[in-house]
């Protein structure tokens, strides 16, 4: 209660996730550290200066958690808030009369922590989505500026503190735009509370943000309705707008008489809603802007924001995803783990790129042998989780070609979908024929809202109930929804998947990190040159990845060009026949119109153009096939993989966010580790 509660989606029904039912014994309230946040109110300008009034209250309270390091003798806290009633809620002079609905009316303020909003790359614009992005920034804001004021460096004067060294102390790097409220939240204590000058606290401000972009899909971005923050952040919907004054100014300055530019680079959008451009906002307010993979960091300043690239090119970076090899090696692989530390030692845990040490091995008999043979007990034992939890009983000497992340048209599992019936079609056409035995495992969950994510599941699971219980096909494809899909089945999938779907519409993920788990636990990646596939296929040599389709330099002609789906349908008679089954019912026989509106969608209206990757993606996949005939040469093009996955480890990206934007070096001294007598 009162506590973050996160909506899983399976298959199509949704069910709340009550992840503190039995409490959580790894985290500590901290009563002492509680803080107010107001809402609400209005804005008094008084002779000594400007005052937010008449606010609702509500309290945050922090719960900490430890999060240890690995073999460091560092332990880090990770601070959570939950929303609280304050005791006097509603029960001052005007609702005395009322005390029973006072006090019921407390789970209305504690509803701001109560539900985690399960969108992905989506924006919606609730108003209580935004007033958990501000409870949460206000909590933390003064957090820190309670710790600052506290430490040898914020303390000189008693009365007025001296912020000096604030952004050499502080960093705030605002993990997309969900908590940009920080950059006008900042303002008003400054200015309001701490009475800074204006031009002062600005460039503290923008000294101590940065601002990382994770998607250029315009219905991802938030643009908050003015309304809305009238209501509820009236001082600083103010901050805002006289934020964006002295922007637009300077841009006027230079840019003379280029409207146009005023109008696509401001942060508020004129229309029949007012709104606030929070990503601009972020810009603006930030002294280092980073996308999360090289090709989508170019994309940021090419095109998303290219006006504000013009005018200060020195902020935009890139910093590379990463992920954690204690996580997505040593715990969910220990097998593969231990034959690699056989070879090169453990260092590879803390610098991931000593496993380039592993390209000595890529000939070694026995090691291309033990690296095949974990590989088959983890897809053992995946088999028998699935006959286990699920009753499913599918081929460990399959093909495992697995697709898993969030349910999305850009994401393309649709494309997935449309190979797996070309290769029944196939079989049903050739029975005689020899096929690589293939289980396809698709997995993922919908947003509660996204019609067309769901529809998507219900076509997984029904071309399942048609191919796994079509006599002729037997054993050469089966077809696994894997539901709940989550990072506990990920560890599980991950380690047994032999092929890792990677096949966006080029331009459209930013980096993607499940491309990284599969090629660092032994899977071969079949991608598109999107996210950070470009880097894998850098690393690796793009002869071992299989690499297909349309460049984003593809799509954009494509885009000038006009995309016609119907061409291909026109062209292509596997793909045509295809689409024919699943728009005729052939995978719906009791509802023959239930996908419609996919194959509608495919046909006139696909912003991710799935058609015109099908044939590059169908020959490769043949590609796939042909090398999996030969196991041999199969492992050693996964041992090159994992050899080279080194620059994907988290430790690499952390450490450049340190060094490139928050202007700190990995601590020298090591902290020894304690003196524990021995019995
Ligand atoms: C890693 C991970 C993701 C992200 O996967 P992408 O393929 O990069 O979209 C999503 N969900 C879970 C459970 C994950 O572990």
Redesign the pocket.
């Known amino acids: 209660e009162g506590t973050l509660v996160c909506w899983e989606a399976s298959v199509n029904v949704e069910e709340a996730d009550d992840w503190l039912r039995y409490g959580n014994p790894w985290e500590k309230a901290r009563p002492e550290y509680m803080l107010p946040v107001h809402f609400y109110g209005r804005v008094d300008h008084t002779p000594d200066g400007i005052k937010w009034v008449d606010t609702q209250v509500i309290l945050a309270m922090p719960y900490d958690t430890p999060v240890p390091g690995y073999k460091n003798n560092t332990v880090n806290t990770m601070r959570l808030w939950s929303a609280k009633a304050p005791n006097d809620f509603n029960l001052e002079e005007f609702n005395v009369g009322d005390y029973i609905q006072a006090v019921l009316d407390r789970n209305l303020a504690e509803n701001i922590s109560r539900v985690l909003y399960p969108n992905d790359n989506f924006f919606e614009g609730k108003e209580l989505r935004l007033k958990q992005e501000y409870f949460v920034v206000a909590a933390t804001l003064q957090d820190i500026i309670r710790r600052f004021k506290s430490s040898k460096f914020g303390c000189r004067d008693p009365v007025r503190t001296c912020f000096e060294t604030f952004p050499d102390k502080v960093a705030i790097q605002l993990n997309d735009t969900h908590p940009a409220l920080s950059i006008p939240e900042l303002m008003r204590i400054f200015v309001d509370v701490e009475h800074m000058d204006w031009d002062k606290a600005w460039d503290i401000t923008k000294r101590t943000c940065a601002y990382t972009n994770h998607t250029v899909l315009p219905e991802a971005l938030e643009r908050w309705p003015v309304s809305m923050f009238e209501k509820l952040l009236p001082r600083h919907l103010e901050i805002i707008y006289a934020i964006n004054q002295k922007h637009l100014d300077h841009v006027a300055a230079l840019y003379p008489g280029d409207i146009d530019r005023l109008r696509r680079m401001s942060v508020i959008e004129e229309g029949d809603c007012k709104r606030i451009n929070m990503a601009h906002l972020c810009v603006i307010g930030s002294h280092a802007i980073n996308g999360v993979a090289r090709i989508h960091s170019e994309i940021v300043k090419n095109s998303v924001f290219k006006d504000f690239y013009d005018i200060e090119p020195e902020k935009f970076q890139n910093k590379t995803n990463g992920?954690t090899p204690r996580r997505w090696l040593l715990l969910c692989n220990p097998g593969l783990s231990d034959i690699i530390a056989e070879k090169i030692g453990e260092d590879f845990l803390t610098d991931l790129s000593q496993l380039k040490k592993l390209l000595d091995f890529v000939d070694d008999e026995a090691f291309i042998r033990d690296v095949a043979k974990v590989k088959q007990e983890n897809k053992q034992k995946f088999s028998a989780y699935l006959v286990e939890q699920y009753k499913v009983k599918i081929n460990p000497s399959s093909m495992f070609d697995v697709h898993?992340?969030?349910i999305h048209e850009y994401?393309r599992q649709l494309l997935n979908c449309l190979h797996i019936i070309t290769l029944y079609n196939r079989i049903r056409k050739d029975p005689k024929k020899s096929y690589v035995p293939r289980t396809v495992m698709i997995g993922?969950k919908a947003a509660p809202g996204y019609h067309m994510a769901k529809m998507i599941i219900k076509l997984i699971t029904s071309i399942g109930d048609v191919v796994n219980n079509d006599p002729y096909i037997g054993e050469r494809l089966k077809v696994i929804f894997l539901e709940n899909?989550?990072?506990s089945?990920?560890e599980k999938v991950i380690p047994a998947a032999d092929l890792s779907e990677?096949i966006s519409t080029a331009g459209t993920?930013a980096?993607?990190?499940?491309?990284m788990?599969f090629m660092l636990n032994g899977a071969l990646t079949i991608g598109t040159m999107d996210?950070a596939n470009v880097e894998m296929a850098e690393e690796a040599g793009e002869e071992n990845l299989f690499i297909f389709g349309m460049r984003v330099e593809d799509v954009e002609a494509m885009d000038k060009k006009g995309y016609n789906a119907k061409e291909y349908y026109d062209r292509i008679p596997e793909l045509r026949q295809a689409i024919d089954q699943i728009n005729s019912g052939f995978f719906s026989p009791d509802d023959p119109g239930r996908f419609r509106d996919i194959v509608n969608m495919l046909m006139y209206h696909d912003r991710f153009k799935v058609f015109a990757d099908y044939e590059a993606y169908i020959k490769c996949q043949g590609q796939v096939d042909q090398l999996y005939m030969n196991p041999r040469e199969w492992t050693k093009k996964v041992i090159k993989n994992i050899a080279c996955s080194g620059k994907f480890s988290s430790d690499r990206t952390i450490t450049e966010y340190a060094r490139e934007i928050w202007g700190v070096e990995p601590s020298a001294v090591k902290i020894p580790p304690p003196n524990i007598p021995r019995e």
Not at 511 to 515: A, M
């Open positions: 992920i898993v992340k969030r994401k993922g899909y989550r990072v089945l990920a990677q993920e980096s993607g990190t499940g491309n788990k996210g």
